[in-house]
């Protein structure tokens, strides 16, 4: 009855929200448990209430590193597809192999999700980080978007970004002034968007991609939000971890049955008083940060609310990739500037990377659950049972454009700017979030060698190097046992998949060596002299 009863609210709210507003937010190296929704401690009031109207997903799945993970997300393809097989090109072409999967840039035998609900009579919007094509003809305004204030490359200093790193209003350069802070002013700028839409068409819906950088490294945070936070991390990260899986299980997010993985950090006692409160402070930025971009996610909110949009926008919220152990045991950079934002490689490290990936093993880079599992909230008022129910069917970033396409009405292009456009990979979202099933039958990754499959119950799984090992997830979703001699049928034949979608998209073995006698081509890349 209740299955019925979510099937009619479906139809029904799809009827009253045709062409719904699309609003897909991205956090930038946050773990699975970082946020309260998903058993964190980090204050998150805003996002919990986008769960609590709408539904929360147990395996969802990014693609385990930054650029990879945009790529998929825009386009509807697997990384390699879209050209970004590894990472994004910046001045020296260094990630650009000579390969169509490994060009560093977005191909032109893609379309983004901005191209695609476009031509449906959708206005496009974007704030925040870029990083899937730095040169000229590359940038969001040439991919689709109407407007775009952020980054084009990948991390900056939130208080001053360098020049470098292409601060960019449309087409041109941006100036931050006094009191600039990154997220702020990704925020004002999705928020005046979104105004000036309504303004110059009241009836016009809009898609943002609003791509926050937090938490992501350079570790900036205002002092107040750093106050909220400082000395609660005292008891060091595994007694976090600790703390955070007993949540999850409250919850409901974890099976009683599974077991918290082994710890991969520093013992928290041998460290010196003066490290410990070192530590602390790294921790207590990181939550500051999330704490920040959990603010503006509210002011986003609330003016859709008064604006009366709310109830006719499908609002998700997902992460990019696991928690960064990117800096060593206990992180880089001089702690005693983090806050003025002086100084750039500020990290928390891997000790608290492992609590922000809890339950999981292993980080970004990796496709172990700890470098791919993501929150996924979804709130549409109009179409979604609230409550914060948990949505258990593996889901990935590839089924984000399937999604678009399903709720908007648009029509997915075979052609578009003259090149074929390659058919999307991913499944509509929309079946799922009436708790029925999203009919596949797998999902795959390759970042550096790293590898997985996972169809209905069963993950093959192997790090750069490694022989496979498969996993049950309905019994062991933190991966600790390995099943495949007991199931070698299913093994052997899950093998033989990985190997022919790796050959279908263009996976080539890890490193990927420069193709003999490929020159990068002559593309301009923008200098301070154009500003």
């Not at 420069?514 to 593309?523: E, N």
Request: charged share 25%; net charge negative.
């Amino acid at each position: 009855m209740r299955g019925l009863f979510l099937f009619l609210l479906l139809c029904v709210g799809a009827a009253a929200a045709e062409r719904p507003n699309i609003i897909v937010i991205l956090a930038d190296d946050m773990g699975f448990s970082d946020i309260g929704c998903y058993g964190g401690e980090v204050r998150t009031p805003n996002i919990d209430a986008l769960a609590e109207g709408g539904v929360r997903f147990r395996q969802f799945y990014n693609a385990g590193r930054c650029c990879p993970t945009r790529a998929s997300l825009l386009t509807g393809l697997y990384a390699h597809q879209a050209g970004i097989g590894h990472m994004t090109n910046e001045q020296d072409f260094r990630f650009d192999q000579g390969y169509g999967a490994y060009s560093g840039q977005l191909n032109r035998h893609c379309v983004t999700i901005a191209e695609a609900l476009e031509p449906a009579g959708y206005r496009t919007l974007m704030a925040g980080k870029w990083h899937v094509g730095t040169y000229e003809g590359m940038w969001p305004v040439d991919r689709g978007f109407d407007r775009y204030f952020g980054i084009i490359r990948g991390a900056a200093n939130f208080f001053r970004p360098a020049p470098d790193k292409l601060l960019t209003l449309d087409r041109e350069r941006a100036i931050p002034g006094a009191g600039f802070y990154a997220t702020d002013a990704f925020t004002d700028h999705a928020i005046e968007f979104v105004e000036e839409s309504d303004d110059l068409d009241d009836d016009q819906p809009f898609f943002l991609y609003l791509a926050y950088t937090s938490p992501h490294w350079p570790l900036h945070a205002w002092p107040d939000d750093v106050a909220k936070y400082r000395g609660k991390y005292l008891q060091g990260w595994e007694a976090l971890r600790q703390s955070r899986f007993a949540r999850m299980r409250e919850i409901g997010l974890l099976d009683g049955a599974w077991e918290l993985t082994e710890p991969n950090s520093l013992p928290w006692d041998i460290l010196p008083e003066s490290l410990r409160d070192e530590m602390d402070h790294r921790m207590a930025v990181y939550a500051a940060m999330i704490d920040r971009m959990d603010q503006n996610i509210g002011r986003l909110v609330e003016a859709l609310r008064q604006r009366e949009e709310l109830d006719d926008t499908l609002i998700l919220f997902l992460s990019d990739n696991g928690g960064c152990a990117e800096g060593g045991m206990i992180g880089r950079g001089p702690a005693s500037n983090m806050v003025t934002g002086e100084g750039y490689s500020h990290s928390y490290g891997q000790s608290w990377a492992n609590a922000s990936n809890t339950p999981f093993r292993r980080f970004k880079h990796w496709v172990d659950e700890g470098g791919i599992a993501s929150p996924l909230v979804a709130q549409w008022p109009a179409a979604i049972e609230g409550g914060g129910r948990w949505i258990d069917e593996p889901a990935h970033l590839i089924d984000l454009m399937a999604t678009a396409i399903d709720v908007s009405g648009a029509k997915y292009p075979k052609f578009y700017g003259g090149q074929e456009i390659q058919p999307y990979e991913g499944k509509s979202l929309r079946p799922a979030f009436a708790g029925r099933p999203i009919d596949r039958e797998a999902i795959y990754w390759e970042h550096e060698g790293n590898r997985a499959v996972r169809m209905g119950k069963w993950k093959l799984v192997a790090m750069h190097g490694e022989a496979w090992r498969l996993h049950d997830m309905t019994a062991d979703r933190t991966e600790m046992h390995d099943v495949g001699a007991a199931n070698p049928a299913i093994r052997k034949k899950m093998i033989g998949m990985y190997e022919a979608w790796a050959a279908r998209v263009g996976v080539l073995p890890w490193p990927v060596e420069r193709k003999k006698g490929y020159q990068p081509p002559k593309l301009r890349y923008p200098t301070m002299a154009d500003y």
